[in-house]
């Protein structure tokens, strides 16, 4: 069966849920507009105001959860509808974050292609402000309607059957399928580009046929992006199924045990962030600046130290009880060695200018070569495993996540923090929420980071299974005079 024929046969499979997909989408659209025109004059009012998106959005988020199930191969395995669609809503939180991120793009290209064009010769044709700004617009255009849903969508679709017990290796095989790509470039276009050109003709006629047009292109551009959606979640479903489902390796295992360990002192490190956040943002609006600039750092070093303790104990809960570890003091304080050795080669950044990384670039050292060593003290203290870092330096999966932390915590966190600075006070101190964002968004990647370092550089087991003995049956030696034999009573 080609891939196209089994396309048509999933649809054709769940049409109940296509056709409540139809019918309950703009409901729900005409609730949300009824939801903004609802005055709050009594309690009555206030409480649906409260109430009615969450709702809305529970139902949302169970439809498109339904649907990706019906859409797929039900291997017994799926949990219930309604922890599908509270996971398809973190999903959505991601690709939310991301649109945002796009949102952030898009404010700056005029800028962007300013500098651009000032850095061109004078004399160019090609590299003009006009075509640098209408190559940058095409490029968020890609990364909002290509590239986010095609990274977010496959682990809806798996996270609406599963729940949070993700095939990993199997959706990171999807990713790298240039069939989904090319069906997501093709539906965007479809779905998303060509019904944004429906209303750039003028309106003429009479009023009833203006109304008349604009009722028929509204139907034709909703229809033609819900028939997008499900298509794509279609062939989503068939490549998905398509790939088979391999076993994890040895480090995605101990990845994923790692960080069962340890979510009890990362949830606690959050907390303890959020409980600094709460005293430091008052001080930091009032007046009195040298007091409260003194105090607020105090608080903020406390609760510096007291997460970096608690990592330290997080990493060491990632191993197993019986790998040999140093005393808790020991660790730590090798661990504030290496950290500050860290930090000295951190601060040189301005002495040693490389190319595109001069002010990054000790930070890049940072996350790829002197984490391992900050880490490995916390366990082993002085004495290092000098071979496993040796050949973790030589690990591509090391250096990649390396750069992929890097990147993260330099142009990710950042402005998605950024987006909350509009609610930072009239006198440009930070927000609660934009301090606390960055520092949880900080905090995860260190703690992702941890895990998998942790299971790169753990002893493999020299402890083999038991080989199979074969069963032997003692029979007893040939006895020819029935010597050793049992000797029983002759019938009388």
């Known amino acids: 069966m080609s891939i196209f024929s089994d396309l048509f046969r999933r649809l054709g499979q769940s049409w109940r849920w296509l056709l409540v997909q139809l019918l309950l989408t703009p409901v729900l659209a005409l609730l949300f507009l009824g939801w903004t025109r609802i005055p709050e004059k009594n309690f009555l009012e206030v409480a649906a105001t409260l109430l009615l998106p969450l709702l809305l959005l529970i139902s949302i988020f169970e439809l498109e959860a339904g649907t990706m199930r019906s859409l797929a191969t039900d291997d017994g395995r799926r949990v219930k509808l309604i922890w599908g669609a509270i996971a398809v809503a973190v999903c959505a939180l991601l690709a939310w974050i991301g649109w945002s991120l796009l949102d952030t793009f898009d404010e700056h290209i005029w800028a962007w292609a300013s ?12 590299f003009t402000y006009d075509h640098i700004q209408k190559w940058l617009t095409i490029t968020a255009w890609v990364l909002r309607w290509i590239a986010v849903p095609a990274l977010t969508l496959p682990f809806a679709a798996t996270s609406a059957q599963w729940g949070h017990r993700l095939p990993w290796r199997k959706v990171s095989c999807f990713l790298l399928n240039w069939k989904w790509w090319c069906g997501v470039a093709v539906v965007a276009l479809l779905g998303a580009y060509l019904p944004s050109h429906f209303f750039n003709a003028p309106l003429s006629g009479t009023v009833q046929a203006q109304k008349l047009h604009v009722a028929l292109k509204l139907s034709g551009a909703y229809m033609l992006g819900l028939a997008s959606w499900v298509v794509v979640l279609g062939w989503l479903a068939g490549l998905l199924d398509s790939i088979q489902e391999t076993e994890r390796s040895r480090e995605a295992e101990l990845f ?19 409980a600094i956040n709460l005293p430091v943002w008052p001080l930091t609006v009032s007046g009195d600046t040298d007091t409260v600039a003194k ?20 990493y060491r809960a990632m191993f197993p009880p019986a790998e040999k570890k140093a005393r808790i003091y020991w660790g730590i304080l090798a661990s504030i060695v290496w950290f500050g050795i860290t930090f000295g080669v951190a601060s040189q950044d301005e002495k040693f200018p490389l190319p595109l990384l001069h002010w990054e670039w000790g930070d890049f050292v940072t996350f790829v070569f002197f984490a391992p060593f900050v880490a490995s003290a916390a366990v082993w203290g002085w004495l290092l495993p000098w071979q496993r870092i040796v050949k973790l330096f030589r690990d591509p999966r090391w250096l990649a996540v390396g750069v992929a932390t890097f990147v993260a915590e330099t142009y990710l966190s950042g402005p998605i923090a950024e987006q909350f600075a509009s609610k930072s006070p009239s006198n440009g101190s930070p927000s609660l929420v934009h301090d606390f964002l960055a520092m949880t968004l900080d905090l995860g990647f260190v703690v992702l980071q941890l895990a998998w370092l942790a299971a790169l550089l753990a002893p493999v087991s020299s402890v083999k299974p038991p080989e199979e003995q074969p069963f032997i049956v003692a029979v007893g030696p040939d006895d020819p005079d029935r010597t050793s034999s049992i000797k029983l009573d002759l019938p009388e």
């Open 295 to 314: 105090l607020a750092m105090g608080i903020r070093i406390t609760a510096f130290v007291a997460v970096y303790l608690m990592l330290i104990s997080l």
């Open 115 to 126: 500098y651009l064009n000032s850095q061109t010769h004078d004399h160019t044709r090609l």
């Open 256 to 274: 994923c045990q790692n960080l069962r360990a340890g979510w009890r002192l990362g949830a606690a490190a959050v907390g303890i962030i959020f």
